[in-house]
């Protein structure tokens, strides 16, 4: 359980990144913005993508490990008849074959193939650790780099938009996936299952747990007005809420724990009578053990 101090400008950020960024490049613009140190972001997005990053301020930042392991959703294009280094537009071409003879049929079949729980083998640049050092590192080195597959879930991997030019066929998608799960990777998947390699070339996330675009602030704006969301809010738009009486709440505002209210495996928020935000919680054994304590 980790005990918080306050930060009077506490709460998540809804970034709509821009292309060419780094999610460590948003940080950093934004802790100019907020004036602290104190941010972090939940869930990395590449340089070449687009759209919601969410980034915690002062306290917020002990959400954004719960909050990173929520569903995202994306809107991706995909090029089938090439292969690239690092399974997106940012790497070499390393292979060519033509996907001009791909049935519509055979597209909607590979697509449904990669749909539903699956076991992904994350790209060779990645920030996943082999041996203490990231995938990345070791790739640009020229090493071969074994990573394990992973169970992760494609919840739905649907084609909006199938545009064939020579060689080559650019398909639009929507995706909404679980934590983890390298839309790269799938890309690299579905052109390898239609036997002429595929590549990301565009990615916008659209969501991340209950927060989407339409909450997402370009960084422009939010250097003429910091929009923060609450803590308060932050917690009870993404967890089950759990309200408390006095007893209760002093209880928890000193590390305590309750008793299980059945409100399922995942964090749960605490809400104190006045409304307040107080902790975050698991159950667990019949007890609702703190995770995070945010009350003064």
Same mark, same amino acid.
């Given at each position: 359980m980790d005990n918080v101090d306050n930060t009077d400008n506490s709460g998540l950020v809804i970034v709509d990144k821009p292309a060419g960024w780094t999610s460590h490049d948003v940080v950093g613009r934004m802790r100019r913005l907020a004036r602290t140190r104190r941010v972090g972001h939940a869930g990395t997005l590449d340089p070449m993508a687009t759209g919601v990053l969410v980034l915690g301020i002062g306290k917020a930042t002990r959400l954004l490990g719960h909050l990173a392991l929520t569903d995202k959703a994306y809107d991706a294009t995909i090029r089938l008849g090439e292969s690239t280094n690092t399974d997106d537009a940012e790497g070499e071409i390393t292979a060519t074959a033509s996907a001009a003879g791909v049935a519509d049929e055979a597209l909607r079949a590979g697509?449904?193939?990669?749909?539903?729980?699956?076991? !992904?083998?994350?790209? !060779?640049?990645?920030?996943i650790k082999v041996d203490g050092k990231r995938a990345y590192k070791m790739a640009r080195k020229g090493e071969e780099v074994a990573l394990a597959a992973r169970p992760v879930t494609v919840h739905e991997f649907t084609i909006t938009d199938v545009r064939r030019e020579g060689d080559v066929i650019d398909v639009d998608a929507s995706v909404t996936c679980s934590s983890g799960t390298y839309i790269r990777a799938l890309a690299r998947d579905l052109g390898a299952r239609l036997g002429c390699g595929g590549h990301l070339t565009a990615l916008r996330r659209t969501r991340v747990g209950p927060y989407d675009l339409g909450m997402a602030r370009t960084l422009d704006r939010l250097a003429e007005k910091l929009e923060i969301l609450p803590m308060a809010d932050a917690v009870a738009a993404a967890?089950?809420?759990r309200d408390v009486s006095q007893d209760d709440a002093r209880k928890v505002a000193h590390g305590g724990r309750l008793p299980a209210a059945g409100l399922g495996p995942g964090p749960v928020g605490v809400f104190g009578p006045d409304g307040s935000l107080l902790?975050?919680?698991?159950?667990?054994?019949?007890a609702a053990r703190p995770l995070a304590v945010f009350a003064s």
């Open positions: 697509v449904e193939s990669l749909t539903g729980p699956i076991r !992904q083998v994350p790209p !060779q640049v990645s920030a967890f089950p809420r902790a975050l919680v698991e159950e667990k054994g019949g």
